[in-house]
């Protein structure tokens, strides 16, 4: 299937800092990336949609100038936390859809952020 | 809101027998279910899927059934093993075209030897 690669799996930050997370489509094009959350023993929250060329859309309740997400080419998302705390730490995912594939989205192996 | 539940947080089921995985669903306009399987620190790996056209979808040890007029799916493992034992979520998507999945809280399955 098609591989969606994103790094860095495991980050470690002071509250305060920035972080940035790449999600990159190895063997496909993605105009549209997806942008997930998970905490522990809860479901995946869509948190974003990335549009190549053009801003996100986020959903309800995420903040746009907190998370930011550049979608600079139709292999490259990229998602930063800025001025982390540690209510940001969680696990981001990202996923894309294959146009060749169906509707399955394929996920990256996902980044687990903690901000100390 | 949750569109897609799955109400049960975890399952043990001894090696060899059958797993059942419920799902429910509350949005009449999702038409596409999948299923998708993982493991702690990891993305989520897709299992299988079916379509609302569809009222089952079997691929080797696994099954899913889809009963639209109870917005209830469900994912059949048999014969489980113990390498099945990790979180599953359901997942649906309300129309065919790049839009995101909304996905259940997921179903703990332990497998035991």
């Known amino acids: 299937g098609a591989v969606v690669s994103q790094h860095p799996s495991r980050v470690i930050c002071k509250s305060g800092t920035s972080v940035k997370i790449e999600c990159r489509s190895l063997?496909?094009?993605?105009?549209?990336m997806f942008w997930y959350r998970q905490f522990p023993k809860q479901s995946l929250m869509l948190m974003a949609t990335?549009?190549?060329?053009?801003?996100?859309?986020?959903e309800q309740g995420v903040e746009k100038d907190k998370f930011l997400i550049n979608h600079a080419s139709l292999t490259l998302s990229t998602l930063t936390v800025t001025s982390a705390h540690p209510e940001d730490s969680s696990f981001y995912i990202c996923s894309a859809r294959d146009p060749y594939a169906g509707e399955k989205l394929f996920f990256g192996s996902g980044t687990q952020l903690s901000v100390l | 809101d949750q569109q897609v539940k799955q109400n049960s947080p975890s399952l043990s089921v001894q090696e060899g027998r059958i797993s059942i995985l419920n799902c429910d669903y509350t949005?009449?306009?999702?038409?596409?279910f999948l299923w998708y399987k993982k493991y702690p620190a990891e993305g989520p790996t897709f299992l299988i899927s079916?379509?609302?056209?569809?009222d089952k979808n079997e691929d080797g040890r696994f099954t899913v059934f889809l009963n639209k007029s109870a917005k209830h799916l469900s994912l059949h493992i048999v014969p489980s093993q113990p390498g099945d034992s990790a979180v599953y979520f359901c997942?649906?998507?309300?129309?065919?075209?790049?839009?995101?999945?909304?996905f259940g809280k997921g179903t703990r399955l332990s497998v035991i030897a």
């Open positions: 949005n009449s306009m999702f038409d596409y």
């Open positions: 079916i379509s609302s056209i569809k």
């Open positions: 990335s549009n190549e060329g053009s801003k996100a859309t986020y």
């Open positions: 997942a649906a998507s309300g129309t065919i075209g790049n839009t995101p999945l909304v």
């Open positions: 063997d496909f094009q993605a105009t549209t």
